[in-house]
């Protein structure tokens, strides 16, 4: 993360750098990227830009000359690239991971320091002196990441790597790596080639979406009293309900039905699986 860029219209963008090296917070791997991957991120985040659908931006792409070494399809075929930096915007850069790590490592100061900061920073219609307000967080995140997962079903989107390090507390699409859209419908579809497991195949994206709240409830809780963990919980079992009308709205708009019908929902399974035969 390089700073915070205000822009004419008075919008604030953080601005971060993937395949720049190592910082103090790299892992095990050498914190650069490829060419081929940083063209991929480039250009599917304008694309979900464009498709309507929460994601950070990409704002330019500088060819590095530095060799990158890599196991492309991870079958101990290392060969060497070229490297790029892809420097990316989006509102805030916060996962659930980000607020996973405090709470797991006991450090509940700065997990609600932190929270107070996203909060206000990124939730105003949430009044900061109110003290149900991380209740009330935790039910827009539950709500928009419901909202995000079926817009990426509308499209045939799956991401690849669905963790709680790559999902958004401000519910948008980020950190594009082995992503893939279906060329035909197929609920098995896997983009990532090390995912032996099939754990993130696009029919699992919502499933997964729900594992990654319940862990963002399981952080949050430590800041809860005993109602507002009950109230939490009933808000993370509504889930699955919001997710099933946001995807079957944004089918019934692609199908041109108007109203409420019974049969809406048998006609787009129908016609769904009518695209898995074919």
């Known amino acids: 993360l390089i700073g915070v860029y205000t822009n004419r219209h008075g919008e604030r963008w953080e601005l971060q750098l993937k395949g720049s090296g190592k910082t103090p917070y790299s892992r095990n791997g050498d914190g650069r990227a490829v060419l081929r991957s940083s063209v991929r991120e480039f250009l599917c985040s304008e694309a979900m830009h464009y498709l309507g659908i929460p994601t950070s931006r990409a704002a330019s792409l500088v060819v590095s000359d530095d060799d990158v070494w890599r196991d492309q399809f991870y079958n101990g075929n290392i060969k060497k690239e070229r490297g790029a930096i892809v420097l990316r915007l989006a509102k805030s850069w916060f996962r659930i991971g980000s607020l996973e790590i405090l709470a797991h490592s006991g450090e509940l100061d700065l997990l609600r320091r ?42 045939g989107f799956a991401h690849g790597v669905c963790n709680t390090d790559n999902f958004s507390l401000l519910s948008i699409t980020i950190d594009y790596g082995p992503f893939g859209f279906m060329d035909s419908y197929d609920p098995n579809f896997v983009p990532n080639t090390s995912d032996d497991e099939r754990r993130y195949k696009i029919g699992n994206q919502a499933s997964v979406g729900l594992f990654n709240l319940s862990k963002l409830l399981q952080a949050l809780k430590p800041l809860l009293d005993p109602r507002q963990k009950q109230l939490a919980s ?45």
């Open 234 to 278: 009933q808000i993370l079992e509504g889930y699955g309900q919001h997710y099933y009308s946001c995807f079957t709205e944004l089918f019934k708009t692609k199908l041109g039905l108007l109203g409420e019908n019974k049969n809406d929902n048998y006609l787009i399974a129908f016609l769904l699986k009518v695209s898995l035969l074919c």
């Open 114 to 155: 932190l929270l107070d900061f996203i909060i206000q920073e990124h939730f105003p219609s949430i009044a900061m002196n109110d003290s149900n307000r991380y209740l009330e967080f935790f039910s827009r995140v539950v709500s928009e990441t419901a909202n995000l997962i079926s817009l990426w079903m509308s499209v």
